[in-house]
């Protein structure tokens, strides 16, 4: 008897594990442009794409302004390190500046960490500078947070291309 309760409680167990992994814990993708095997003593039992069918995710789409990305958006162009002053933010804190959307778009590698949320916002726009604020959103009340410090890559939209402006990176305190 007990052992038939062992076994229907590891079953039990193994269901809900299995239950809780979903569709989401899948097996990896292939690269981009590139074939891949599917790993040892694994079953496939879905049919195989046709040579035609495209399996490859879509390509990154620009970054509205205000949602972070870990990557700078395809095309963009770095802002020359003479074009950027830094000398406001903390030391350490990245100061990398790219260009997207025609000039219009800033892409700024930020600083966030444990529950915040790096923001940005242009808080001044004149004939040759533009000052953008970097903040982080603050964490509630009594929420537990991990220490971790991330590196996002940030958009802020501008009103006009930035051509030669001096972009001025400012911290401001969380939101």
């Keep these: 008897m007990r052992y038939s309760a062992k076994v229907a409680g590891t079953g039990v167990l193994l269901l809900m594990v299995t239950a809780c992994a979903g569709p989401d814990m899948s097996t990896a993708q292939p690269a981009a442009g590139g074939d891949s095997a599917a790993p040892t ?3 496939s039992t879905s049919p195989s794409p046709s040579p035609s069918a495209s399996v490859l995710p879509a390509p990154p789409t620009a970054n509205p302004p205000g949602k972070p990305r870990l990557t700078v958006p395809e095309g963009s162009t770095p802002v ?3 074009k950027i002053d830094a000398t406001a933010l903390p030391s350490g804190f990245p100061h990398e500046v790219w260009t997207s959307n025609g000039g219009t778009v800033l ?3 930020a600083q ?4 915040g949320h790096a923001l940005g916002e242009a808080a001044e726009q004149t004939g040759d500078r533009v000052v953008v ?3 982080e959103t603050k964490a509630q009340t009594g929420q537990m947070c ?3 410090i991330r590196y996002p890559v940030i958009s802020v939209a501008l009103a006009a291309p930035l051509d030669q402006r001096t972009v001025v990176l400012k911290t401001t305190p969380p939101k």
Excluded at 112 to 115: A, S
């Design 133 to 135: 604020n970097l903040s």
């Design 80 to 82: 020359p390190p003479g």
């Design 107 to 109: 892409d700024i590698r």
């Design 112 to 115: 966030e960490g444990g529950c």
């Design 146 to 148: 991990t220490m971790d």
């Design 41 to 43: 003593g694994s079953v």
